[in-house]
């Protein structure tokens, strides 16, 4: 067949065979997104292949969806939300401290530095000798056993004390505030702590349990000073305005809105997971109706339901499949492939698989290795940070170019 299309000529008739690319698209996607998609996939095509028929394959009206208008969100009184954004607080910061174990320590650091009394101690030192020389307390250490970090604590505070913004933050240390030092301090420590666990595999209570988190902050906070718990004033201003603005107290307080949004992608993948037979009745039918050869061009959760139906039926209709940035091969290594068991061989009447896969997606995967001599992969690369790297293949030329020379 050559790529202008093959004429068969019958008595005096001619024929014109014309290959049809149906696009079947992946998780989350509606009308909206599907057409602004389907359009660029359309466009890339007749660029280079006039002759192709390139059809639709929306299943998206068969994906998740509520069916009860949303009456399994639970709601919050929005002035109720508003009402604890000290409480919200915390929670802001302590989900900036997951990510930067020494963030509070960063924002001591930038504060101003005053000048130091001569003939007395620094501030700066005194902070560095308590925080370097104390005992924990019989409590304190008990909470430690409990939070599962006793044996790895020492390591912890070492660990801050080398650090830098620790070493900077002790120059800004003035008596008038000394205090206002020591919680920021041990939230680093137990932190520090935190990520050394997650570090060894090893996941501890203090992990998941944030009511025993801040305990043992508490109590190391007591064991540096008796002085009034707290984040200090100008350090809690900012995570009160964020919980009130951006934080927790917004999702709550957005519940609906945010599970609109959210709500798409993963509802789509439990709904194949469990039910997906109609996905793939639809995409045969779709295939039925075409003209054939058939290319199934299959993004995504897509490239699972043409794998997973392409395994159970023989349509002999479908001379190529092309998957992009899909998970069938990391599904069958699991053994969660719905249509094939791990360990079994693809039909023989599988027809010819070319998979696209970029590195910087990572829910893209190389097949050629679980299906030996029967995928051929192919890396392109978008420039692309994960998660936009997912959707970025349709503009990327390296994948035009792999689809276009397969094209019957």
């Known amino acids: 067949m050559n790529n202008t299309g093959e004429k068969l000529c019958v008595g005096v008739a001619t024929l014109i065979i014309m290959t049809t690319v149906i696009f079947v698209h992946g998780t989350g996607i509606r009308e909206r997104e599907y057409n602004e998609t389907f359009e660029i996939i359309e466009q890339k095509i007749h660029a280079q292949r006039p002759d192709i028929n390139v059809t639709p394959c929306l299943w998206g009206a068969l994906g998740a969806r509520f069916n009860d208008n949303r009456a399994s969100v639970p709601l919050e009184d929005a002035t109720l939300a508003l009402s604890q954004p000290e409480e919200d607080a915390y929670i802001v910061l302590w989900g900036q401290l997951y990510c930067d174990i020494l963030y509070q320590l960063r924002l001591l650091s930038l504060k101003p530095v005053e000048s130091g009394n001569a003939f007395g101690e620094d501030p700066g030192d005194i902070l560095q000798s308590r925080v370097a020389s104390f005992t924990p307390t019989s409590e304190l250490e008990a909470k430690l056993q409990e939070a599962g970090i006793a044996e790895i604590f020492a390591e912890a505070r070492e660990a801050v004390i080398r650090s830098e913004p620790y070493q900077r933050a002790l120059l800004t240390v003035s008596k008038s505030d000394l205090s206002e030092y020591y919680a920021p301090i041990a939230r680093a420590v137990v932190a520090q702590a935190m990520f050394i666990s997650e570090q060894q595999e090893k996941f501890p209570p203090i992990l998941t349990d944030a009511q025993l988190r801040d305990k043992v902050v508490e109590l190391l906070t007591l064991a540096l000073t008796e002085a009034e718990l707290g984040l200090g004033g100008w350090l809690l201003k900012p995570f009160i305005e964020l919980a009130q603005h951006g934080g927790t107290n917004y999702v709550r307080g957005n519940r609906l809105e945010l599970t609109d949004k959210i709500s798409p992608m993963p509802g789509d993948i439990l709904l194949y997971q469990t039910r997906g037979e109609k996905i793939r009745a639809f995409i045969q039918q779709q295939i039925a109706q075409a003209e054939p050869p058939v290319v199934l061009l299959a993004h995504s959760l897509g490239g699972i339901a043409c794998v997973d139906l392409l395994v159970q039926q023989q349509l002999f209709q479908v001379e190529l499949l092309v998957t992009v940035g899909s998970q069938a091969p990391f599904l069958y290594e699991i053994n969660a492939l719905y249509s094939l068991e791990y360990g079994q061989l693809l039909p023989e009447h599988f027809p010819e698989w070319l998979n696209i896969y970029d590195?910087?997606?990572?829910?893209?995967?190389?097949?050629?290795?679980?299906?030996?001599?029967?995928?051929?992969?192919?890396?392109?690369?978008?420039?692309?940070?994960?998660?936009?790297?997912?959707g970025a293949y349709w503009t990327n030329a390296k994948t035009w170019e792999a689809i276009i020379s397969r094209l019957p």
């Open 359 to 390: 590195l910087r997606d990572f829910l893209s995967y190389v097949g050629n290795r679980i299906f030996p001599e029967r995928v051929q992969d192919v890396q392109v690369d978008s420039r692309q940070p994960f998660p936009r790297s997912h």
